[in-house]
């Protein structure tokens, strides 16, 4: 049996075959494998390769987009439940959820940046926020930006397919870049969510009780 990288190889060789029809078919099963929890990191340095940096980018960009949409769409109307039952699977989550009904797009913009939130799973969980769809689809494509120039880039050094991701110098610094990059937006969106979460806990720790409230006397 392949795995499922070997089988987006495989995929990604017949792409590089088809000439324009490739880019449409790229687009498409990038956002298949999104919406069915595959890591498409594979796709992502297929597409520097086959495509090129400012081509591939264009290309994941707008893939990766409308794949985060799509799965977000599902989540909030066709699969909440199942969605908020994975959640119970990440306590950390409930912060971030509390945040996004305060900050909203600066969240998902955040966390996109961050390894600590894996991208398919957070297109589904962000469904059951209160985050709308506009501010959700301009933060992800904006958020998700970095990642994705770095990720084609280290795809256009591979010689050919079967060497994405390995073996030479610049593609280690890109690599570090990406970590690094990963590990500050991490440390920020740690503290932010603290800071917010904070914040909510003392306004209700100073709100006014039902017994303290004052009764309004009747004229």
Request: no cysteine; proline share 4%; hydrophobic share 50%.
């Amino acid at each position: 049996m392949p795995t499922i990288n070997t089988t987006l190889e495989n995929l990604l060789q017949w792409i590089n075959q088809l000439g324009f029809s490739g880019t449409l078919i790229f687009i498409i099963i990038y956002i298949v494998t999104t919406v069915l929890l595959i890591p498409g990191a594979i796709l992502t340095l297929g597409a520097g390769a086959i495509f090129g940096l400012v081509k591939g980018s264009i290309l994941v960009s707008i893939a990766s987009t409308l794949a985060a949409t799509i799965a977000f769409l599902i989540g909030r109307y066709l699969v909440r439940g199942w969605v908020e039952k994975q959640i119970e699977k990440y306590p950390k989550f409930k912060a971030i959820d509390n945040a996004v009904a305060q900050e909203g797009w600066k969240i998902v913009g955040l966390t996109r940046l961050s390894p600590l939130f894996p991208f398919i799973f957070l297109n589904y969980a962000f469904g059951i926020t209160q985050v709308t769809l506009k501010d959700y689809v301009l933060a992800s494509w904006i958020g998700m930006m970095p990642g994705t120039v770095t990720y084609v880039y280290i795809g256009s050094l591979a010689k050919n397919l079967a060497t994405l991701g390995t073996g030479s110098e610049q593609t280690n610094l890109a690599q570090w870049g990406i970590r690094i990059m990963g590990l500050i937006a991490t440390v920020v969106v740690t503290v932010y969510v603290t800071k917010i979460a904070r914040k909510a806990l003392n306004s209700q720790i100073n709100a006014p009780s039902e017994e303290e409230k004052p009764i309004a006397k009747s004229s």
